[in-house]
């Protein structure tokens, strides 16, 4: 079983939208049984907090459905089990970095790493454009879906 996180400050917008609709591409490709997915955070700022409710009802209006899920910091255990750790923004790759255990940093990547591009997946908790955050992860997962596949 292969294991992909995805990576936020607070891991209650970009991190957890990811986790969802990462986990519809997983269903849809009838992969579930081989593949899992899960979301974190770098602080401990929203541990224990639901999704932020614009994330939520952006994934209800693509039709993308909602998981349970409540906030939770990257562990070691994370850090030694997952196949890929993917953060958002550069903030975060710096942070993953500084909390890896030894010998597990080459799992972190940027989101937009997997296009080769030097872009983030911008935070919509200021401006509230879950929209956006939605458009920049659907042109990101389907490649993570086939790294991880591969």
């Known amino acids: 079983m292969k294991e992909i996180i995805f990576v936020c400050l607070g891991n209650i917008c970009r991190s957890p939208m990811a986790e969802m609709m990462f986990d519809d591409l997983i269903n849809k490709a009838d992969l579930k049984s081989n593949i899992n997915v899960e979301s974190r955070s770098t602080s401990t700022y929203e541990i224990g907090n639901a999704p932020h409710s614009g994330a939520i009802s952006e994934l209800k209006r693509q039709n993308i459905p909602v998981i349970e899920h409540f906030a939770e910091q990257i562990s070691d255990y994370d850090f030694r089990h997952a196949d890929f750790i993917v953060g958002m923004d550069a903030q975060n790759i710096i942070d993953l970095k500084n909390m890896a255990p030894s010998g597990t940093e080459e799992k972190i990547f ?29 042109e990101v997962l389907p490649q993570w879906l086939e790294k991880v596949k591969a």
Do not use: G, S, V
């Not at 591009?117 to 919509?124: G, L």
């Open 110 to 138: 940027k989101a937009y790493d997997i296009l080769d591009i030097d872009k983030e997946i911008e935070d919509p908790w200021f401006d509230h454009k879950f929209n956006r955050t939605f458009t920049q992860l659907e």
